[in-house]
């Protein structure tokens, strides 16, 4: 279905119908501060496995990340970071960018790869932040691409509709997405690394 849900002041009835859908194994495609994303609860871990086999990728290969509401969980999935990359995460977020940081045992086993790390996301946009929120979990996000092949993405989420609104349970409507991924900052070693730079800035004082 395509579900609009208004993008400044999110209605609590459509936020609450996205997170029992989420809670029940639903998948869901919804706006970020950058382009649409598609997830699920990260507890629903063969959930995942159908997200990846949705965008006919290895989910040992997939790049996901997870959005969190804000970083009050950080440290429910990460490793404790140092003070210095603490202060630059929340200068930075709500806000474009992907931190890649050390997974703790609290990440699913699926997502760890060899160096065990994990993208966190807290965009800035009200619909998502009020999703994770109710749903109490952080949701797993990867981006919808017209084709992998390529980076280009999708904008209209009516026309994201027309193309996955038969694989997935929800498309949210909230409004016109940007063409522009988050730009990700490798944080591992305690010190920030641009691996890909998109909509944020990456300021001369992080590096």
Known sequence: MLLYI???TPEERKVRQVADCLRQGGIVIYPTDTIYGIGCDITKYKVIERIAALKGKNLKTER???ICCDLSSLSDYTRPI???VYRIMKKALPGPYTF???ANNN???IFHNKRSSIGIRVPDNLIT???VRELGNPIVSTSVKIDDTIDEYITDPELIYERFG???DIVIHGGYGDNVPSTIIDCTDGTPTLIREGKGEFLNEWE
């Open 64 to 66: 996901f990340s997870i």
């Open 107 to 109: 990440v699913p086993k």
């Open 100 to 102: 890649i940081l050390e």
């Open 82 to 84: 140092n003070n210095s």
């Open 6 to 8: 208004h993008p400044s």
């Open 166 to 168: 038969d694989m997935v």
């Open 129 to 131: 932040q009020s999703i």
